[in-house]
């Protein structure tokens, strides 16, 4: 392979990776803009926020139980070695409050929602119903994507929350009638050095998340070509993009803080 040949498939990558880049973009800031254009489709929006929130649930909170308790098991043993395993509580609410909850229940969320998104837009797009939404002029954005990327945003902080809590409800199993470790210092300590702003940290981040997640899967089903097969490449593409996007938020969004904190 010659230097130009691999030169020139570095561009190409390049540049159709700015233009889907843009076309994200696009299409989140039309979703958004049509949450505040009549008509208003609360119908839409509320069975979407049924699907993404209340149907996400089980498998939120399933893996937020399990999540506390590995960390608690872990954190006892570690915390043992020098005699402090009062301060398991604190430590586990303050991992689960800024990085693991919000983290976590994105990347489930992504892998429940953003397939199930991508596949049904996908398979509108490839047997021409978002078409024929276009034909009785109605916007298919306003219509699709509208009621998806503002009910993922909304849920997203509200995942996050509920995985928080079933986490330290796990955390609190393990540490207090597991190990026989007394509730008051677990107690204390979480209250003393667990602060607002700890949650409110996670809650922002899973605001950012739900925009990304919503509108990567929208977009994936939205440009998804080639019948079954190109449904497919569509829901991975999500799937896979969502979660890589998450982590990479993830990075961005607490280096700004460590940043703005130094």
């Not at 299409?27 to 509320?46: E, I, N, Q």
């Not at 079933?166 to 003393?192: D, E, K, T």
């Not at 994936?220 to 979660?243: I, K, L, Q």
Request: net charge neutral; hydrophobic share 50%; with cysteine.
């Amino acid at each position: 392979m010659s230097a130009r040949t691999v030169i020139e498939s570095i561009g190409t990558t390049t540049t159709r990776a700015v233009e889907d880049l843009g076309a994200l973009f696009s299409l989140a800031v039309s979703a958004f803009s049509g949450a505040f254009r009549p008509p208003f489709r609360f119908t839409l929006l509320f069975g979407q926020l049924d699907f993404i929130g209340f149907g996400s649930l089980f498998i939120v909170g399933l893996t937020g139980l399990f999540t506390g308790m590995v960390l608690a098991l872990q954190g006892v043993y570690a915390f043992g070695l020098f005699n402090a395993q009062s301060m398991v509580g604190a430590t586990v609410e303050l991992s689960l409050a800024r990085e693991i909850a919000p983290v976590f229940t994105a990347l489930f969320v992504t892998a429940r929602v953003g397939s199930a998104i991508a596949t049904e837009l996908g398979t509108m797009r490839v047997t021409e119903q978002i078409d024929a939404l276009e034909t009785m002029a109605v916007n298919p954005v306003y219509y699709l994507v509208t009621p998806r990327v503002v009910a993922g945003t909304l849920m997203a902080p509200f995942l996050t929350m509920f995985f928080n809590t079933v986490a330290l409800l796990g955390c609190w199993l393990i540490v207090v009638p597991y190990s026989g470790l007394p509730p008051g210092p677990f107690w204390s300590h979480l209250q003393r050095l667990v602060t607002v702003s700890d949650l409110w940290h996670g809650l922002w981040k899973s605001l950012v998340f739900g925009v990304a997640i919503s509108a990567i899967a929208c977009h994936c089903g939205f440009t998804a070509s080639g019948g079954a097969r190109g449904v497919g490449r569509a829901t991975t593409s999500a799937v896979v993009g969502g979660s890589v996007t998450v982590l990479a938020l993830d990075l961005m969004l607490t280096a700004l803080t460590v940043g703005s904190r130094a």
